[in-house]
Structures are given as C-alpha cells and as structure tokens.
C-alpha cells in the first residue's frame, strides 16, 4: 500500500478504541488536506488522542483535588501539542476546559463565550475553583 492510500486509510475511520475500551474520534481527513499534514503527523495526533482519553477516563475513577488537578495540566499539555500538530497557534481560550471530568464550572455560559478567552469558572469546581 502506498503511502497516500495508507494515509487516507488511517484517517477515514470514524473511532478507534484506546486501552480502556473507550471509543474516540479520529482526525478529520478535510482538515488533514487543508493543513498539508503527513502521515507521520496524523499518526502522532492519533496517538495524543488516545493518551488524552487516557488520562480523561483516569480522571474519571480519581476523587482527590491534588491528582484531578495534576491530570488536569497533563491535558492541558496535550492539547498544546494537538495545536501545534494541527499547525494552529497555541490558545487556551480554545481548550474546552468545562468538558473535563469532575469539572464543575458552568457549561453553556462557557460554551456561549468560547474562543473569547474569558472563562466561567465554578468556585467550588475541583479542577478550577480555589
């Protein structure tokens, strides 16, 4: 197979399952077009979207402010290097901070305000409050 069908065949699936048999998707093949990415690109970004729903579902079986917190920057970190894979500019205001597990913070009024770079945040939310 060559490398442009492998390619194509890599992102035309809809989801894959990472380790804990969760399903996630995968990249969008448009978008791959549009930003002139290569399969060794792809690959990496399929790969980050796997650790992330990693560390999204132990974020889910953990109760303790310190560790949600630590799990919480992990993903932050994941995203940044999903931008830059994506060859965007890095920006937290896209980050959607609210959909996180165990996130308190008010999901419409973020949502309403996404993009803009000011945050509704919750002060009693484990991940951002005080």
């Not at 380790?19 to 969008?28: D, H």
Request: charged share 25%.
């Amino acid at each position: 197979m060559n490398q442009e069908n492998h390619l194509m065949n890599m992102i035309s699936r809809t989801s894959i399952s990472n380790i804990f048999s969760k399903r996630i998707s995968t990249t969008n093949s448009r978008l791959v077009a549009n930003q002139g990415l290569d399969m060794e690109t792809v690959d990496k970004i399929n790969k980050l979207h796997i650790v992330r729903n990693c560390y999204l579902t132990l974020m889910e079986e953990v109760n303790d402010k310190e560790n949600l917190r630590y799990f919480s920057n992990i993903v932050t970190q994941i995203d940044f290097q999903l931008q830059r894979l994506w060859k965007f500019k890095e920006d937290s205001t896209y980050h959607r901070f609210w959909e996180l597990p165990k996130c308190d913070c008010p999901k419409m009024d973020n949502m309403d305000t996404y993009g803009t770079g000011h945050r509704y945040i919750n002060p009693n939310c484990l991940l951002h409050g005080d």
